[in-house]
């Protein structure tokens, strides 16, 4: 049977599904063709399925390490409900007498979950060399060299630990890594030219980024009707508080007589749900949304997206704008900015900045001791790197006001999302 015929008949077979998500077939041509493979998806792509489909395509035993015992039993439940029962998680919830007996039986399973702690162990790696490996995988692969807050040292050892199992084929999965993040992982691995990755892509060409500074809240509120009214739909707007978007969404579908509903985490699953159906359906034209809508949300025709307030960061704004034009047809994306906005975010942000205890843990990553300051400097590079901005670029420009006041992190951020003279003067 041709290759692509057959993994349709698995996707059917043991899915039931008629189609891949963009990327998938890519990815599992690659790795059927033997390449180590490095795939950036976005988080909802289907990326389990990759390495799932893998585990019925080819004989042998596929290995996924992951970074949180959570991730691993939800996996491990997932595979059971499709009917899957070779598969096991080989993480510290094992008694010793248990995990015995997993490992006697390794090659027994279709599917192994594993901490890279317990994959490090003499006795695992031994275990595993003795069975027929069909692929290692290693899930949110970000972790090994993220500055991020998620930064896992464990991760560390995983390509000594590739190297003691005989180099089988390899799968990293991510959904975030900035360019010089996947350069890093592949170099850590010995990535040579005949290594597969796949970027899928978050610059959104057909969305149109648009930014307006207003005077204050009265001329913003003026400006979102306007929008709404002239703007054909369906659309989004994101408020940081569900009172607003309660308030704005009554006021706006009485000014316009446009079915504008307010969607929050606040409302129960029913109402949440039917909201969400309504809107695929076209009989809402405006969500009048939080941060909690969007997940799970797959509707191709969304025209644009407006942000009465600024995102948490930068990974959120884009999931967010890019709900818009999944169609490819033009869109927009609107931010109605008032000076002072990001106040409101650096207050919701507080509560989002990773704990002391991360912050050692990989600020003593290479064996150095270094503050809190330079810490913060590495993760406004990560941030700004997954906005295309440079270092250097930012300095530049924030040397010349430096006067004002100490420029935080996330106001930086936030300033830098806000303003698009700025983000103009950054990009040349
Ligand atoms: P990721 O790990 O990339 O965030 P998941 O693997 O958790 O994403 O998959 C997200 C959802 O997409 C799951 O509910 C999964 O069943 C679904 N899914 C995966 N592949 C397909 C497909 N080809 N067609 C339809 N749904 C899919
Ligand atoms: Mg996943």
Known sequence: MPDDQRLYQVLADHFQFSSFKPGQKEVLSALLAGRQTLAMLPTGAGKSLIYQMMGYLRPGTVVIVTPLLSLMQDQVARLNYMGESAVVALNSTLTGA????????LGHYKFVFISPEMLGQKAVIEAFKRIRL???????????????????????????????????????????ATPTMIQELKTAFGATDDWYTYVQSVDRPNIHLHTEQLPDHKAKDQRLLTLVQTLRGPGIIYFSSRKLATTMANWLQT????????????????????????YMAGDI???????????????????????????????????EIGRAGRDGQPALAV??????????QLHLIDQGIPS???????????????????????????????AGYSIPQVKAFFGQRRSQRQTDLYQLVQYVQANEHLRAQLMH
């Open 98 to 105: 248990a995990k015995q007996a997993v490992l006697q039986q």
């Open 134 to 176: 069909n692929l290692l995988v290693i899930d949110e692969a970000h972790t090994m060299v993220s500055w991020g807050p998620d930064f896992r040292p464990d991760y560390l050892s995983l390509p000594t630990l590739h190297q003691a199992l005989g180099r089988p084929q390899l799968l990293m999965l991510t959904a975030t």
């Open 255 to 278: 000014e316009t007589g446009r079915q504008v509903v307010a969607y929050h985490g606040g409302l129960d699953q029913v109402a949440r749900y039917r909201i969400q159906q309504q």
């Open 285 to 319: 034209d405006v969500i009048a949304a939080t941060s909690a809508f969007g997940m799970g949300i797959d509707k191709a025709d969304i025209r644009y997206v407006i942000h009465y307030h600024l995102s948490s960061d930068i990974p959120s704004y884009l999931q």
């Open 335 to 344: 931010s109605l900015y008032v000076p002072g906005d990001e106040r409101l």
């Open 356 to 386: 002391s205890q991360t912050i050692e843990r990989f600020a003593t990553k290479q064996g150095e001791r270094t503050g809190i300051a330079d810490v913060q400097q590495r993760l406004l590079t990560y941030y700004l790197d997954l």
